[in-house]
Every structure is written in structure tokens, then in C-alpha cells.
């Protein structure tokens, strides 16, 4: 009697424990899953500056910048700087809109239990991938929304300085479709969690759970390296569901696309945006790309990714530049990212560089950073230029982008919603 008694009380006390487990780290973490933005109160003035308000307008010399209560309350020349304001002496500093990357992860093991991790150990994390590289608004493209959801909540509530969030939570592969590179690196249960749905509708489910769960787009791997260059095709009609399900939410797609199946995947999916160019450039010609752009599609490049995690063939690698180049010149959109947290090395220098070898100049790239972004995400009423009334999201440089675009790697000063969130 005594051991029955015994018994069930130890099985009590293992369901309880697992319960416990269960809510602590499966469902806690998912809560209040979009907090509305940080936003500074007060008044932060930046005096002596060389302003770009936008990718389009010349120079403002020796302009003031006034952040009022988060917004750009003045910018020009002659603006005089509010009383209580706190003063940020530039002279001659250089100071756009604050940058996008739009193409990160939260995937490396750090980020797991961020809702856990003390403040200053995450804040670190966010400092040296985003903010002390200028990001004040990034797209995490591929992540668990465990560790997101509660990152982008201590962000909002001003615990921790960083950007805004938008993440795509888990990405939908092609069945059978995980590619070798993280099947060499992720736990076999990680691996398993994957979406790989078979059917239109499994993929309708999964895109509906992730949008549940927190996501605000939704990533596809239309084409996935299944091996070291082997592409595996998304089956069309799952990728097209998936991408309805998510339009129904207002949410857009992007893809991984790899080569030109995945290319024509994601065309006649209705994607978006490809978050990397064609590496496998196989007839990947100009007729593709009008195509590619006809359908008002924008392109991630992500150059550096493939010079340090692929190879740094010029076989390999000039086709993908020409194709960026002929991309651009075609008319397409280009948005910035880099594909940090896959990739280990966040400096962004050598992506500045890749693109300029792509035939852009330092207000392509501008554009990239701000603007195209920002009207993809639609929010440009808010983001992507310094005109009055839109969000205090700026970059202090010292060196002139447009005279050499390596600045753009150099802020000494990133301010989001009139908040400085990062300083050298
Ligand atoms: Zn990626």
C-alpha cells in the first residue's frame, strides 16, 4: 500500500516537473508576441552634421538633426536646438537613416533561453552582430521564436538596446529538403522539428502556427542544397500555398532560391524577395532577371556569405557579382544583408566592398540600407529617410559614404526612436 502510495506520488511529482518544463520553455516565451516600439521621451539634438535626409537629396552642410519623443522634429541648416536638449556636438560627422539588415539570424547557440539570459550578456550579443554596425531595424530570416519572441520583447520594453524585429520564426523546406550544411551542424531533434510539409495544406498549417507563434514574414527554401551542389525544388504548389496563407496575414515571402529552379519556384510562388542572389548561376541570363524584376521581385545579395562560407573562387564568385551588377542595372531592387548568425564574421566592410565591385556607388547602397527596405516592409511613412515626423532611426559616421563606401562599416553612433542604442 505504502509503495503504491509512493508511486503515484512520484508520478505526480515527474508530470508536474514536466509540466512545468513544458510552460517555462515551450509557451512562456510566447507572449505578448508583437510589443508596440521603443520610443525615446525628451529631446536629442545632433549639431554640425553633413545630413543625407534620403538617398535622392544633396548633402545638408553643417545641418542640426532634432529628435523629438522618438520622431525627426527638425533637420536643415540654421535650426536651433531646443532647450533641454541633449546635445551631440558632431562636427562634420556624417548622418543618414538608420540602416536595415535584412537578412540576419538568432540561430547561434547564444541566443537560446534569451529570455533567460542576463540583460548584459544579450546586449552584448546585440551590440557586436547589429547595433555597432548601424542596424536599427533588422529581418531575422530563420530562427526559433522562442529565443526571438522574447529578444524583441526585452528590446521593446527597453531592457536591452537593440533593433526592431521583424522574424520569420522556423523557414519551410522542400520535403526531404534540409540542406547538408545544417544537417552536418544542428541536433538530430532540432532537425526533425523542421518544417518539411508534403501537402499544400501541411504547408498552410505550418505557416499558420509560425504566424501564432510570432513570425512577420515567411521564409522559404524554394531551392535547398540537399547536397554540395545538389538544389532540391520546393514542389510549386506548396510553395504557393504557403505563400497565400501568409498573404492573408499581410505577410510576405522570401525565398531561397539557389539556382534557377528555385528561381522559377519563387516567380511563380508569388515571392517577394530573394534573400541571397543565384549562386548557381547556370542560365540565370537577362531574360530571367527582366522576368525576376517584372514581378516586382527585390534581391538580398549576401556577397560575403558565399566568399567566406562557400569559397573564394573567382569562378564562383564573378558570375554572382555580374549578376548583381546586371540585376541593378536593369532596374531591380537591392536590399542590404549579410546573412550574420549563419555567418560568424559580422563586419559588414567586405559586403560595401563586394557591391561596389557589383557597379554600385554609395547611394545604391543608401537606398539599400533605407529606403527599398522600408517601402518593401511598408513602412515608409515611418522609416528610411530623415524627413520630419518619421521614426528617429538614425547612423552617425565619421567618414563621407559617398566618397568611400567603407564608412558605411565605421558608425560611431546608432539612435533608434531618438534613443541612443549604441556608441564606439
Ligand atoms: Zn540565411
Request: glycine letters at 10%; charged letters at 20%; one cysteine or more.
Amino acid at each position: 500500500m505504502r509503495v503504491v502510495r509512493w508511486l503515484v506520488g512520484f508520478v505526480v511529482a515527474v508530470v508536474v516537473l514536466l509540466g512545468v518544463a513544458v510552460y517555462l520553455l515551450g509557451l512562456y516565451p510566447l507572449r505578448e508576441l508583437h510589443p508596440s516600439p521603443m520610443q525615446a521621451r525628451g529631446v536629442l539634438a545632433i549639431t554640425g552634421a553633413n545630413v543625407y535626409v534620403s538617398p535622392d537629396a544633396p548633402v545638408m552642410a553643417r545641418a542640426t538633426v532634432v529628435v523629438r519623443d522618438g520622431k525627426i522634429a527638425a533637420v536643415g541648416e540654421g535650426v536651433e536646438v531646443p532647450a533641454g536638449a541633449e546635445v551631440i556636438a558632431c562636427d562634420g560627422c556624417v548622418v543618414t537613416a538608420g540602416f536595415w539588415n535584412a537578412h540576419v539570424h538568432f540561430t547561434e547557440a547564444k541566443w537560446i533561453g534569451a529570455e533567460w539570459k542576463p540583460k548584459g550578456v544579450l546586449e552584448a550579443q546585440v551590440e557586436d552582430m547589429l547595433t555597432s554596425r548601424g542596424f536599427t531595424t533588422v529581418v531575422d530570416t530563420g530562427s526559433n521564436l522562442r529565443d526571438t519572441v522574447p529578444l524583441r520583447r526585452r528590446i521593446e520594453h527597453g531592457e536591452i538596446l537593440g533593433p526592431k524585429i521583424y522574424t520569420a520564426g522556423g523557414a519551410l523546406y522542400p520535403p526531404k529538403g534540409i540542406p547538408y550544411y545544417l544537417r552536418g551542424s544542428l541536433p538530430g531533434w532540432m532537425l526533425r522539428l523542421m518544417a518539411q510539409p508534403a501537402t499544400p495544406a501541411a504547408a498552410v498549417k505550418d505557416v499558420d502556427r509560425n504566424i501564432a507563434d510570432g513570425a512577420d514574414i515567411l521564409k522559404l527554401f524554394t531551392g535547398s542544397y540537399v547536397e554540395r551542389g545538389t538544389v532540391l525544388p520546393m514542389p510549386v504548389e506548396i510553395a504557393t500555398a504557403a505563400v497565400e496563407a501568409a498573404r492573408a496575414h499581410g505577410q510576405i515571402a522570401f525565398a531561397h532560391e539557389s539556382d534557377l529552379a528555385g528561381v522559377k519556384v519563387a516567380m511563380a510562388s508569388g515571392v517577394s524577395v530573394l534573400a541571397h542572389a543565384v549562386d548557381t548561376t547556370e542560365g540565370v541570363d537577362d531574360a530571367v532577371l527582366r522576368d525576376i524584376i517584372a514581378r516586382k521581385m527585390a534581391m538580398v545579395p549576401t556577397l560575403k556569405m558565399f566568399r567566406t562560407t562557400v569559397t573564394t573562387k573567382a569562378s564562383y564568385l564573378d558570375p554572382i557579382y555580374a549578376q548583381v551588377r546586371r540585376f541593378h542595372e536593369l532596374g531591380g531592387d537591392l536590399i542590404f544583408g549579410t546573412d550574420v548568425g549563419y555567418m560568424t564574421d559580422y563586419d559588414t566592410a567586405d559586403e560595401f566592398q563586394a557591391l561596389a565591385k557589383s557597379g554600385l556607388n554609395g547611394r545604391d547602397m543608401l537606398r539599400m540600407l533605407t529606403v527599398t527596405p522600408a517601402t518593401r516592409f511598408g513602412v515608409s511613412a515611418e522609416k528610411g529617410t530623415l524627413e520630419v515626423g518619421k521614426d528617429g532611426d538614425l547612423v552617425v559616421m565619421n567618414g563621407d559614404p559617398m566618397t568611400d563606401v567603407g564608412a558605411f562599416a565605421r558608425p560611431k553612433m546608432t539612435v533608434r526612436g531618438g534613443r541612443v542604442i549604441w556608441r564606439r
